[in-house]
């Protein structure tokens, strides 16, 4: 329909009164209220179903490979290794976490434990795409308290540099 065409119902609708199809609203209300038809109640489409089976519990007893355990543990501690040391760096506003590291005895005691925990629980090893994101989360996950020192370091330099246009600018009108 084109525009005009639009226009000229538009305005027909808005002067006309609401009509029902059939003639008026009496009808309507009468087929409304007669009253409704009786049905059987027929079968559910479910009963015929199958019946499922029961389900049995598989127990595995699962022994952890030790070189599964093993590297398990050396990402745990790894990890715990990265995140811990720059989160504490952060925390005491230090350019390194070098300081906070745990040495590679201390790691080589962390990473013995958690392999003999994961070998006692029978831990199974972690999913490729757990394992993705945590080594993600590791690598660029340490960075972020580094991008906000310099976020805050760029405001500062910021700030710095209007303040100083701004005190040049009242001493050239001091001068005059």
């Given at each position: 329909m084109s525009l005009i065409s639009d226009k000229i119902n538009e305005k027909q609708q808005q002067t006309s009164e609401y009509k029902f199809v059939t003639s008026d609203i009496s009808e309507f209300m009468n087929e409304l209220h007669q009253p409704k038809q009786e049905f059987e109640n027929s079968e559910s489409i479910f009963d015929n179903l199958p019946e499922?089976?029961?389900?049995?519990?598989?127990?595995?007893?699962?022994?952890a490979n030790p070189k599964v355990a093993q590297s398990t543990a050396h990402l745990i501690v790894t990890t715990i290794d990265a995140v811990i040391p720059e989160t504490m760096a952060f925390a005491a506003k230090q350019e390194t976490s070098d300081f906070f590291k745990a040495d590679k005895e201390t790691k080589k005691e962390l990473e013995d434990a958690f392999t003999e925990y994961i070998k006692l629980k029978g831990a199974k090893d972690l999913p490729p795409s757990v394992m993705i994101i945590i080594l993600l989360l590791v690598a660029y996950g340490i960075k972020i308290p580094a991008m906000l020192q310099m976020r805050k370091s760029a405001t500062l330099q910021e700030q710095n540099e209007r303040l100083?246009?701004?005190?040049?600018?009242?001493?050239?009108?001091?001068?005059?």
């Amino acid at each position: 329909m084109s525009l005009i065409s639009d226009k000229i119902n538009e305005k027909q609708q808005q002067t006309s009164e609401y009509k029902f199809v059939t003639s008026d609203i009496s009808e309507f209300m009468n087929e409304l209220h007669q009253p409704k038809q009786e049905f059987e109640n027929s079968e559910s489409i479910f009963d015929n179903l199958p019946e499922d089976e029961p389900q049995t519990e598989k127990q595995e007893d699962f022994q952890a490979n030790p070189k599964v355990a093993q590297s398990t543990a050396h990402l745990i501690v790894t990890t715990i290794d990265a995140v811990i040391p720059e989160t504490m760096a952060f925390a005491a506003k230090q350019e390194t976490s070098d300081f906070f590291k745990a040495d590679k005895e201390t790691k080589k005691e962390l990473e013995d434990a958690f392999t003999e925990y994961i070998k006692l629980k029978g831990a199974k090893d972690l999913p490729p795409s757990v394992m993705i994101i945590i080594l993600l989360l590791v690598a660029y996950g340490i960075k972020i308290p580094a991008m906000l020192q310099m976020r805050k370091s760029a405001t500062l330099q910021e700030q710095n540099e209007r303040l100083r246009r701004r005190v040049e600018e009242l001493e050239k009108n001091a001068n005059k």
